[in-house]
């Protein structure tokens, strides 16, 4: 249902509650001002897009969203893809970059994407989110040291090998900050939860810096004055030649923001006990992500953090999530310009937490202990984030992720011979009364089953099993009964077979098919190659279809058998949902 989340819990509200979200909006603001500023700096963007993107995008996926307590704004998953695309074409690359994104997001709402994202493999999610806490982390520790250097390498090794080069150089006093910064964060939750301790850290320690005049580097010497107020929103000139090359990138946005905002809107659904609307969320992100830049932004998503910051301190609607934007606008207006004196040492401490947080490496170590194969994945998208690029760590880790679930459909899905061999096993009378022993086989009859999906993955196993057959037989049943789905490889082996048999003068019969199979048969066309005669729903209809085949009499369906589908008419049957 694309219905924000604001529309209907305005409903039922009263003052009391709009005090607690005021109240939660506040404290969310507060927060999110040192993060808004250190995700852009990271991602090699002045300061103040920062507060721009927690602003603008925030107000607008609290107004628009399908969630009662969620957070937007620019989150540390989007500082690798950003820096990069800042990197090769520009703030104005970028512009465009989060414009088709916001784009991209929108369509995923609107054709109902919002469940299929919980389809990405988890191994890829981790490695992913592990890389970009890494990468965070090592490009903070120019500024965590105050090391003495003109620029710093992109790349993930170059850049170490230049730290280690800069060692000599560290600042004691910026080192000191950042000591200072990191003991007041982890020490200040003690002391108070109502204050956020990385405020509380920027305040103390930028004071110090400046009633101490310490000799390090802070915001206005690097960037200059931060600006007060918004700017006005502008258009960048976009044209084929812009797009094509950042359409990688803008699929990459939108798919972390998709990702990032869609799992902390879960997380916050198990906080208060709701349900969000998730394609709804997706409209409300894409909508940010295209007014987010018009103000000279970044990306932007939910960022669970700050959703949970927003629960525990009594958010309960997005009124929240927009007084946290205002929140953040009254400060940069009235404030702004003392922006400019916060050591950029503090910064780098406020983003180590982060990484620390964001890299979730007990999580990380417990994937070793899942399949191989899972391990694989983790570890391909985990290294190829840090070493190359994260577009081709996401795309090379779904494709590694799609490969192997092939591979594990073909695994699961067995096809038996079931005559003569008896591989039933010997108590399957006991508990089935349809297995194949007890019944009476014709000579001249094969019977094979197939248990699993039939997907691609199982198709050339099919092949080549069937290609094995000892003998001709005069009639080949296939029975489908554990086959709850069958896609277009799976008929295209079948339709093979039919027409080898046909030439070499077998009859193929179908037995104990499903409902989604006989869809996907009539489809196809295969139903009416078959015949309704031979595509029945179980298995002694099929073996008396054999006997008039052969000419021998048929059987009556022993009493102890029982009907292994209930199969509809052809014509009532539906598409699955």
């Not at 989150?75 to 820096?83: D, H, K």
């Not at 800069?166 to 200040?188: E, H, M, Q």
């Not at 094509?244 to 699929?251: E, K, N, R, S, V």
């Not at 992500?289 to 970044?298: D, E, R």
């Amino acid at each position: 249902m694309l219905v924000p989340k604001l529309f209907t819990t305005l409903k039922d509200y009263t003052r009391a509650q709009f005090t607690r979200d005021v109240i939660a909006g506040i404290i969310v603001g507060i927060v999110a001002l040192p993060l808004a500023i250190a995700f852009a700096i990271a991602s090699g963007l002045s300061p103040e897009r920062g507060l721009y993107t927690a602003i603008v995008a925030g107000f607008l996926i609290s107004l628009l969203g399908g969630s009662r307590v969620q957070i937007g704004g620019p989150t540390g998953a989007f500082v690798v893809i950003v820096s990069g695309i800042v990197q090769k074409h520009g703030v104005d690359g970028l512009t465009v970059a989060t414009l088709l994104a916001g784009v991209m997001l929108i369509a995923f709402g609107l054709l109902r994407f919002g469940g299929a994202i919980k389809f990405i493999p988890y191994p890829v999610t981790i490695g992913f989110t592990s890389g970009i806490a890494l990468i965070i982390f090592s490009s903070q520790i120019r500024d965590l040291l105050g090391l003495e250097m003109q620029s710093v390498p992109s790349a993930f090794l170059p850049k170490w090998d230049a730290y280690a080069r800069a060692f000599d150089t560290v600042n004691p006093w910026a080192l000191l900050v950042a000591v200072a910064t990191l003991a007041i964060i982890l020490v200040w939750p003690r002391i108070s939860t109502k204050i956020p301790g990385p405020f509380v850290a920027l305040i103390v320690t930028t004071l110090l810096a400046r009633l101490f005049h310490l000799p390090v580097e802070t915001i206005a010497a690097r960037f200059g004055e931060i600006h007060a107020g918004l700017p006005r929103p502008a258009l960048p000139h976009v044209s084929l030649d812009t797009i094509t090359p950042l359409a990688g990138a803008a699929f990459t946005i939108a798919l972390l923001a998709a990702v990032e905002s869609l799992l902390s809107a879960v997380v916050a659904d198990g906080m208060i006990g709701g349900r969000h609307r998730s394609n709804m969320e997706l409209v409300a992100q894409g909508v940010a992500n295209i007014a987010s830049p018009l103000f000279g932004g970044m990306p932007a998503t939910g960022a669970i953090a700050r959703t949970a910051t927003n629960v525990k301190n009594g958010g309960r609607t997005p009124v929240a999530g927009m007084t946290h934007a205002i929140t953040l606008l009254l400060i940069t207006l009235f404030f702004g310009r003392w922006a400019g004196l916060i050591p950029l040492a503090t910064l780098a401490a406020i983003l180590v937490v982060v990484a620390f947080h964001m890299s979730e490496w007990r999580t990380f170590a417990s994937e070793f202990r899942a399949p191989k194969s899972d391990v694989a994945v983790l570890l391909a998208t985990f290294l190829l984030t840090v070493l190359v690029d994260l577009t081709v760590a996401i795309e090379v880790g779904m494709v590694l992720a799609a490969f192997l679930f092939m591979r594990r459909m073909a695994e699961v899905t067995n096809i038996s011979v079931l005559t003569h061999e008896f591989t039933d096993p010997v108590d399957d009378f006991e508990h089935d009364p349809n297995a194949v022993r007890s019944r009476a086989i014709p000579e001249g009859v094969q019977v094979y089953e197939i248990t699993g999906p039939f997907f691609f993955g199982a198709a050339e196993t099919f092949k080549d099993r069937v290609g094995r057959i000892a003998g001709k037989p005069r009639v080949l049943i296939i029975r489908l009964r554990h086959v709850l789905a069958i896609d277009s490889t799976g008929l295209h082996a079948l339709r093979e077979l039919v027409h080898r048999s046909r030439r070499e003068g077998v009859l193929v019969i179908l037995s104990d098919v499903h409902a989604q199979p006989v869809v996907a048969l009539e489809r196809s066309g295969l139903y009416d190659e078959l015949t309704e005669d031979n595509i029945h729903g179980n298995i002694d209809d099929a073996l008396n279809r054999a006997r008039e085949y052969l000419g021998l009499p048929t059987v009556p369906r022993p009493a102890f058998a029982t009907p292994t589908v209930a199969r509809e008419s052809k014509d009532t049957l539906t598409e699955p949902s």
